[in-house]
């Protein structure tokens, strides 16, 4: 059965994603963790935010070291700036 011609067909797009480096790509999780948890955990206790951060890291699959953690939760009470650690466990 053929199709009707409706035009031309729309081009596929993958993801650019699958072509960063892993390390790019888990980078971006980690920040994109962490502008989450800013937007709805800002204001709570470093502990409830530290176990946020690290609910949603495993979640992705982003495993960090608890010190790591607890730095990334210290930094976002303090309104610090969020950057994710350089070289992720």
Known sequence: MKRPDNGPTPRVAFDTTARLP???QVRQRIEYILNQVARTHGRRPVGEIEAEIARHLRGLGVPLFPRQI???A??????RPQRPPSRPA
Request: charged residues 25%.
């Open 70 to 72: 607890q730095q990334l």
């Open 74 to 79: 210290r930094d976002l009470v303090a309104g």
């Open 22 to 24: 892993v390390g790019e």
